[in-house]
C-alpha cells in the first residue's frame, strides 16, 4: 500500500525469523541474494515433503522424443503466458514432446488457454489432484523434465516437485530467484541476471542462456492508442516518465530520485499503474512531503493487454525499480518502443531489467548505482536528441534482437534441455553449463 512509515520496522522483522514471511514478500525489502538464499532454505524446509520420493525411471521413448512438462497455474491470461506463448509454439514438435499441467481456475472461455492448447501435445488439468496424485499422473505420462513456472509466487504448488515428478526438474520463469531445495535440480538464468559471482547463492546448478533468460512472445498484438496523451491524462509536451510496476515494489529509495527528477524536469509527470486507493493516497502524500505538487502523478486504469501495450508509446521513460524489478512489465515497455531505465542491484529479481534491455540493445541503460540512475534519467530528459536516437535503436533492432528473436530463443532452451537430459541419461549430476 506504500505505507513507508513503519517500513523500517517492518524489514528488521523480515531479518528476526527467516522462516516467518514467504521468499517473495521479502525480495522488495532487502537487495540480498545471501539473505534470499537462506530464506528460501527455510521455507523450502517447510514447504517440500521430508523424503523425497524414489527417483522415476521413464519408459523409452517410442519415437525418441524428450517429454518435457510444464506445471503452472498461470496458463490463462496472465503475464507469464504473454512470454511464454512464443515458446510453446516455436517448440520442435519433432524432438519434444509438450506437456502442460494446469493446476489454476479452468478457463475454457479464455482465448488464450483456447490457443494455447493447440501448441502442445498434451493439456491436463491437475488442479483438483492432490500432490499425490500429480506425481502418479505425471510418472504416467514418462516425462523426462519437469518444469516449475510459479516457484514462490502465489498459486504455487511447487511443493508437487519435492515428490520426483521426472528425473529432471527446473526451475524458470516464475520465482525469480533459488527455491532452495535439492530436489529442484536447474534453474535457467543469462550472465547478466545472475553473473557467476552470485551463484553460490543458489542451491539448484545454473543454465545460462546467451542473451536473456526470459522467454518472448514476438507476435504479441499491440492495439495503436487513439485517444492521445489527453485522453489519458497526460501532458501534451510535458515529459512523461512512467513506471507501471506493481506498487508494492515501490521504495522510498526510488521514490526520493523520481520526486527529484520532477521538481528538475518542468512540466514532467510521472505516470503509474493504479492499483488501490489506498496506495494513491499514500504516494500523493509521499509526494507532498518532497515539494511536488499529487497533480503531477498520473494513475493509469488497467487495461486489456494489447490497449495497455498501445498506450505505453505514450510515455517518454519507463523508470524502473530496484529490488524488484520489472520483469514483463519491462518486455512490455520494450516491445511497445519504450526504453527502460534500470538500476543493476544485486540479487537476481534486482537484476533482471538489466538482462533485458541489454538483449533489446540497450546495455547503457543498466546503470550500476542510484547516482548515475539519477543523472541518466535527468540527462535523457533534458536532452530529446538522445532519448529519439535510443527509441530509434529500439525500434531498428526489435524483431533481430535476443531479446524479440523467439525462434532463436526456443533453440537456444531446446538446446538446454537435450544437455540437462543427456547428463542424466550419463549418469551425472547437474552442473552449471552456458548454451550460446
Known sequence: MCDWRARGEYALTLGADVGAVQPFASLPFRDDPAHQHQRSRACAAHVYPAKPASLPVPDPSRDGRIRIGYFSADFHNHATLYLMSGLFREHDRGRFEVHLYSYGPEREEDHHRAVLKGQVDAFTEIGSLTDEEVMRRARADNLDIAIDLKGYTRGTRTRMFGHRLAPVQVAHMGYPGTLGHACMDYFVADEVALPESAEAHFSEAIVRL?????????????????????????????????????????????WDIWMRLLSQVDGSVLWLLRSNAWAEANLRREAEARGVDPARLVFAPSLPHAEHLGRLALADLFLDTFAVNAHTTASDALWAGLPVLTLAGRQFAARVAASLVTAAGLPELATTSPGEYEACALALARHPERLAALRQRLAEARMSCALFDTPAYARRFERALEMMHQRHLDGEAPASFFVE
Open 210 to 254: 546467451a542473451g536473456s533468460y526470459q522467454a518472448n512472445d514476438n507476435q504479441r498484438v499491440i492495439v495503436p492508442d487513439t485517444k492521445g496523451r489527453a485522453g489519458h491524462g497526460l501532458p501534451e509536451q510535458g515529459f512523461v516518465f512512467a513506471s507501471f510496476n506493481h506498487t508494492y515494489k515501490i521504495s522510498p529509495a526510488e
